[in-house]
């Protein structure tokens, strides 16, 4: 990866480290995963133990106490190596997030060592079937009876569904019209009574996995909800500026990895008597990808960054959301292309890869909500009429 204006010396390290794991452990066994559907928990357990699992978290519960920048150095890395194994570092940082701010000492003392270790995955529980999108149209019901909340209803299409062990849970505890105002969020531990799991068959993102989990009748401790009752909403979009540039890192991992193996094989293959790279047409296409993917990776990182100075980055995450999943994903196609038909088998990992990526032009927020965010940050919230 080219260095940046941005990259240190420790970042340097942080990145070779990653990118070494990502190669010599990751790399190889990209494709079988995609048909076992899950991580490996040794994996897991040794990307936890070398540092590489949400880094921004407190010392004091085995992070690193680091930027925010530094999980993005380290997706962008692990994707190269495993697209999918790079969610689970998103996953790690939003809700460890979430829990590291809201969450009673007991909870932080008992699962943020472990999420940071890759000891278990924590999901977060957003999207209903009828309120994609429309994230505030939420039909979970979480009723407070002593000293629990009990919750009744589905959240949907929800990453690691059948794979996490706790989840960030967000229902509605005022009323329908209270919209955003009414929604409560409350950590949920997987094995708790009345709660069950799906998963769907997805086109791609198998090692993930994505389902529904219901609750029916599911009783909680009152002391596991997350802040203030009512303020749930609030929380997670205030989160998901963190994810979004996390996302477009670990797309963009994956188009970069894509690019540079695209790139050595045009020098090699020859058509016409000629290696491919003295077709402009070849050429050209690659350079142009090659410009846009290092723009949109210097885009996402300046998100962190802005993050990290403590400065606004509503704006420039919704961008970072958008436009990588959607350019990594041409541009993985473009590559993909050039390699013929060898590419479009799965002896090689290209259609896979472009598989995996397009999940995320829907998941965690689709263009079109993104660019409603950007114009709501630059034309101001009541010129777009919300």
Request: aromatic letters at 8%; glycine letters at 12%; hydrophobic letters at 40%.
């Amino acid at each position: 990866m080219y260095p940046t204006i941005f990259d240190t010396e420790e970042l340097t390290a942080l990145r070779d480290l990653a990118r070494k794991f990502a190669t010599e452990k990751l790399a190889p066994g990209y494709q079988s995963r995609e048909k076992t559907g899950g991580f490996g928990p040794e994996l897991l357990r040794e990307m936890g133990r070398l540092g590489l699992i949400a880094p921004e978290l407190p010392e004091e519960f085995g992070g690193l106490g680091s930027g925010a920048i530094y999980s993005g150095v380290i997706i962008e890395e692990i994707a190269r190596g495993d697209f999918n194994m790079g969610y689970v570092n998103i996953l790690a940082s939003l809700n460890g997030q979430i829990l590291s701010k809201f969450a009673n000492p007991e909870i932080k003392r008992d699962w943020l060592p472990k999420l940071i270790g890759g000891e278990l995955i924590v999901a977060i529980a957003l999207t209903e079937p009828r309120g994609g999108s429309d994230a505030a149209n939420l039909g979970l019901r979480m009723e407070r009876d002593g000293s629990h909340y009990v919750i009744n209803g589905e959240k949907t299409s929800i990453s690691c569904a059948d794979q996490a062990k706790g989840a960030v849970v967000f229902a509605r505890t005022g009323q329908p019209e209270d919209r955003a105002r009414g929604i409560s969020a409350i950590f949920v531990p997987m094995d708790t009574p009345g709660l069950s799991t799906t998963r769907f068959t997805d086109l791609g993102q198998h090692a993930i996995g994505r389902g529904s989990i219901f609750f029916d009748n599911v009783r909680v401790p009152a002391d596991h909800l997350l802040g203030e009752e009512g303020k749930g909403f609030v929380q997670v979009m205030q989160g998901f500026d963190f994810s979004r540039p996390l996302i477009g890192l670990q797309c963009l991992g994956t188009a970069r990895q894509a690019l540079d193996e695209t790139w050595a094989y045009i020098g090699e293959r020859k058509a016409f008597g000629k290696p491919l790279a003295a077709f402009q047409g070849i050429t050209h296409q690659l350079a142009d990808f090659d410009t846009k993917v290092e723009a949109a990776r210097l885009l996402s990182l300046n998100a962190l960054w802005l993050k990290d100075q403590g400065l606004p980055h509503v704006a420039e995450a919704a961008m970072a959301k958008w436009w990588p999943p959607l350019l990594a994903y041409e541009a993985i196609h473009a590559c993909l292309l050039i390699h013929g038909h060898a590419a479009y088998s799965n002896e090689l990992p290209f259609a896979q890869r472009l598989r995996d990526v397009l999940g995320l032009q829907i998941g965690d927020g689709t263009a079109h909500i993104m660019k409603n965010i950007i114009a709501r940050e630059r034309a101001g919230k009541a010129a777009v009429g919300g």
